[in-house]
């Protein structure tokens, strides 16, 4: 009987851990162990009391090139000593694998593990660390450009609303209050100030589901598949973003905690008043963006949650509620 053509599977994790030890020497005793199925999948690998990540990227969501780029930057950053996971070669040095999946060639890199763990509210003297090694990371990867995404405004607001339009009827107040924003932000980033705009090599995705903390407050940045070209104060948005989304803008140690973050950071190096202007802004239009990842990836990540009532949750709690709070479209917002 013919195989049955399949869009996606999961690798089976005994199988990878024999691979591995096939490829970097580990131990008989190797356990693998799925933990993460998404838009790439993810496992733990444990080796005596050494522990591992080995990402299976999906099919056709990264080129060899892109994750060569993504490699090499993270290279760069470990010889920075920035507290990162990073990326190991096997022993013929190799470090992208390619492992012939049901549905075609899947790429993969074998990971070290970051040590902590994730945790969802941490204090302020955390998020001036955070902040620390942000700018850390921003002052090694500033004015460099890889051989992926350039993170432009049409890639972040107009690529992104054209998935979410699939999901979403034009005819809802939703959908009327994504494209009324949507032409507001395009605005906002057509007439900024560029020349007051650091430009560079951005993580995108840094939140707490990519920072392992440990005990003693030492924090490493994982995750870096969404990095590519764009404004620095792109992962500054984005983590304000997220530290709202956890805290709540009324709470009162929200404030606290994003001063705290921009005075790690501004302790390192500066941000622009036209960076912190666009922070806001910026927030919103990348609530787009992570929306469209979510329609892009329905078939085989979002479609257990993903629905028109989700999206319209979404936008209502979360952007339509940052864009009120800020005021944004009244000429008015501030950082």
């Given amino acids: 009987m013919t195989h049955f053509p399949v869009t996606n599977s999961n690798l089976s994790a005994t199988h990878i851990g024999l691979f591995l030890q096939e490829k970097y020497s580990f131990s008989q005793d190797t356990k693998c162990q799925l933990i993460k199925a998404g838009i790439n999948d993810t496992y733990l690998v444990t080796d005596n009391s050494d522990k591992f990540v080995f990402r299976v990227y999906s099919l056709n969501w990264r080129s060899k090139t892109e994750i060569d780029e993504e490699i090499k930057i993270l290279n760069q950053l470990k010889e920075n000593a920035i507290s990162i996971s990073y990326p190991l070669s096997d022993k013929e040095n190799n470090y992208i694998q390619t492992l012939s999946a049901p549905e075609g060639e899947r790429f993969a890199v074998l990971f070290t593990f970051a040590s902590g763990e994730k945790q969802h509210i941490v204090s302020e003297e955390t998020h001036f660390q955070i902040g620390q090694l942000i700018a850390r990371v921003h002052r090694i990867t500033l004015n460099q450009k890889l051989n992926r995404v350039d993170y432009s405004p049409e890639v972040i607001l107009i690529d992104s609303l054209k998935k979410v339009s699939s999901f979403l009827t034009n005819d809802t107040e939703e959908m009327n209050f994504m494209k009324s924003a949507q032409s507001y932000l395009f ?13 560079g090599v951005v993580h995108l995705d840094i939140w707490f589901d990519n920072l392992n903390i440990t005990n003693d407050n030492k924090v490493t940045i994982f995750d870096f598949d969404f990095c590519g070209n764009g404004w620095l104060c792109l992962d500054i948005a984005y983590y304000i973003l997220q530290l709202h989304n956890i805290e709540k803008y009324e709470a009162k140690d929200y404030q606290p905690k994003v001063e705290s973050f921009l005075k790690g950071y501004e302790s390192i190096t500066p941000i622009s008043a036209e960076e912190k202007r666009l922070i806001p802004i910026l927030g ?32 209502n709690g979360l952007a339509k509620r940052y864009y009120d709070i800020y005021k944004l479209g009244n000429n008015n917002n501030c950082a």
């Fill in 284 to 315: 919103v239009s990348l609530y787009f963006f992570y929306l469209g990842v979510q329609c892009q990836r329905y078939d085989n990540w979002s479609n257990s949650f993903l629905s028109e009532n989700y999206l319209k949750r979404f936008i």
């Fill in 187 to 199: 605005k906002e980033f057509k007439n900024a100030d560029t020349s007051k705009i650091r430009q």
